[in-house]
């Protein structure tokens, strides 16, 4: 037996191994299933140069056992085996790969790719063991060798014996602390589970003995356990399959496999890329939104793996936040795994990615906006939400991309609408795409400020959603025509009224200023209407801030108080006028009376709170009286 030590160097790294570079214990048996991977495939790649050697893919395997009683767990594969002096070389100085070697000097072919490169997968085993064993017999050797390390304090080389070719590890499980219970990995259905978790499309087949049970011979009743060997992974990922051989109840399937949703996909997106850098994708749109959507517990991101490994289970930076609801998987062999497989280089891989991923996902859209209607008007009841936070976020910056996917209620089709269709039906003497913003589409129907625009032939879309209008005024316009809500100063629609409200305005100039001075500060101006026709009353807003963009703004927590330059419109052809303008000639006391129900009533009418509801009524049992 020889006794060494790493190496300084070593020593620090494998302390960092053990304690930092890895966030979850359960990595270690993804590492060493992939090392063993990697095994198999060295002997398939001597099999394509050595034709005496004959590769059937069904001799080779990785099996995994356990031993509940000593605390054992052990990683077996019938793959190329290590010599002494490799067992030395790879294990005795750790980031030294074997893997990453053996790759550099062989081209890989069918492919097959080796996993491991980095060589400190090995030891995550030290996460869940205190002894580690290694046994070990090479292809083409008559002796096999164990290595043994308790960790930093070094490890022991000597003869063994081995009937076949292959490597077996042997872990010692540690003892159960207050933090962690190491114990667990004994389980069957947790190593089963890690299994299909990161290592489940691992080429080879993964075996394990499983606990099984059956009714004991001559009773009806009464079950007894066996144990029966099975293949515990699915080896070959789907995404990895041709086209043509999947169905759509395959790609389903794995839907519901995935735990991706309890729905059915509203549609997948199988894509592969073959270049400078490839990759293979499958994507879903979910059918319903998840009920926790639009929580912090919410987390979006693709799965990541690097030839069938999972890297990641939630990769965010492969979607952008508007594109979050999508599911699904990403495979590549390209990628730069930094240290370990679970830390990913942001690097231009990942970005490349991530803007293939991102244009793929909105050419399906739209295509599935153009040649099935129904079904992405599904999708935009669920999810459109979304797409207009993309637009509103990032200051802007994703509108080119969206705009066309977004809908809105029409007043004229009474359904949802692109703002291309709007377009298309605008008359030639229209300057605007009008919008009407409100909690219901039945509240902004009853809204006064529509009559004029709708009474002109216009369509005006509803907006409905916190985000609307948000989103609308980033992208101020579309296709050269500009926003404008039916709220704003100028609409923009040349009328008679227009004309007289002017006159109106200098013909009772003092009794505007003198409501003005009543409402003191809950409003900028008092003024005749251009656009009231049959209602008295209502508030309109100068600016930029609309008045239901103070409604979102107020509902938020620190909002500052902020408020819109709101105006109080008279419609000076209704009798309320006469009723004012009487008050302002003989009782000064009623005009107060007047002026403050009137912009309650306005307040009402746009669905914000009045200050103070107990004054309102008492106006109202004054009037009245």
Not at 272 to 277: A, L, R, Y
Request: glycine share 4%; hydrophobic share 35%; with cysteine.
């Amino acid at each position: 037996m020889e006794t060494k030590q790493f190496k300084a160097e070593s020593k620090r790294l494998l302390d960092i191994v053990i304690n930092s570079v890895y966030t979850h214990r359960e990595i270690f048996l993804r590492e060493l299933i992939s090392n063993a991977s990697d095994a198999i495939d060295k002997i398939y790649y001597k099999a394509l140069v050595d034709e005496s050697l004959n590769f059937e893919k069904d001799d080779y395997y990785i099996k995994i056992s356990y031993d509940k009683k000593n605390k054992i767990i052990k990683i077996y594969d019938t793959g190329i085996g290590m010599t002494k002096e490799e067992l030395d070389d790879n294990l005795g100085v750790i980031a030294k790969s074997g893997s990453l070697q053996f790759k550099s000097e062989n081209e890989t072919k069918d492919g097959y790719d080796i996993i491991g490169q980095f060589g400190i997968g090995f030891y995550s085993a030290f996460l869940v063991a205190d002894t580690v064993t290694v046994i070990s017999k090479a292809f083409g050797s008559d002796q096999a060798y164990k290595w043994e390390s308790k960790g930093i304090d070094g490890y022991t080389i000597e003869q063994c014996e081995k009937d076949s070719v292959g490597t077996e590890i042997i872990l010692k499980i540690k003892e159960n602390t207050e933090d962690e219970k190491f114990d667990e990995y004994l389980d069957e259905y947790k190593l089963k589970g890690i299994i299909k978790k990161y290592s489940d499309f691992i080429r080879y087949p993964i075996k394990m003995d499983i606990t099984k049970s059956e009714l004991k011979e001559g009773s009806e009743t009464e079950y007894e356990d066996y144990i029966e060997e099975q293949v515990v992974n699915s080896m070959v990922p789907i995404w990895k399959k041709n086209k043509n051989e999947l169905t759509n109840e395959d790609y389903d399937n794995f839907y519901a496999e995935k735990h991706y949703g309890f729905d059915k996909p509203l549609k997948y997106i199988h894509t592969s890329v073959d270049g400078i850098i490839s990759y293979n994708a499958i994507l879903y749109i979910p059918e319903n939104i998840p009920f926790d959507f639009y929580t912090k517990e919410y987390e979006r991101g693709l799965e990541l793996y690097s030839n069938g490994v999972l890297i990641m289970n939630k990769c965010a930076d492969l979607l952008p936040e508007y594109f979050g609801f999508v599911k699904g998987i990403v495979d590549s062999e390209d990628l730069s795994l930094n240290i370990s497989r679970e830390m990913l280089q942001h690097d231009r891989q990942l970005k490349f990615i991530a803007k293939n991923i991102k244009s793929k996902i909105q050419k399906e859209l739209s295509s599935l906006l153009k040649n099935d209607r129904e079904k992405y008007e599904k999708f935009y009841n669920s999810f459109g939400k979304q797409l207009k936070y993309g637009v509103y976020s990032d200051f802007g910056r994703n509108k080119e991309d969206l705009q066309d996917l977004l809908m809105f209620y029409s007043s004229k089709e009474k359904k949802i609408v692109t703002l291309d269709e709007y377009i298309s039906r605008m008359p030639e003497d229209q300057k605007y795409i009008y919008y009407a913003s409100g909690e219901s589409n039945e509240r902004i129907e009853k809204l006064p400020q529509i009559e004029i625009v709708l009474d002109k032939g216009y369509e005006v879309l509803y907006f409905t959603d916190d985000v609307d209008e948000f989103a609308i005024k980033m992208l101020m316009a579309y296709k050269e025509k500009e926003f404008k809500s039916i709220s704003s100063d100028d609409l923009g629609i040349d009328t008679e009224e227009n004309e007289k409200s002017s006159d109106t305005n200098d013909e009772y100039k003092e009794l505007f200023e003198n409501m003005k001075d009543i409402l003191s500060d809950k409003v900028k101006y008092v003024r005749a209407s251009k656009r009231l026709k049959r209602h008295p009353v209502c508030i309109s807003n100068e600016g930029d801030l609309s008045i239901e963009m103070e409604k979102v703004l107020q509902a938020m927590p620190n909002n500052q108080n902020i408020k819109t330059d709101k105006v109080l419109e008279i419609n000076t052809n209704h009798d309320v006028f006469k009723a004012l303008t009487e008050a302002y000639e003989k009782d000064k006391d009623k005009l107060k009376l007047y002026a403050e129900l009137l912009y309650n009533q306005a307040l009402l009418i746009e669905g914000l709170t009045i200050n103070d509801p107990v004054e309102f009524t008492n106006n109202i049992c004054k009037l009245m009286t």
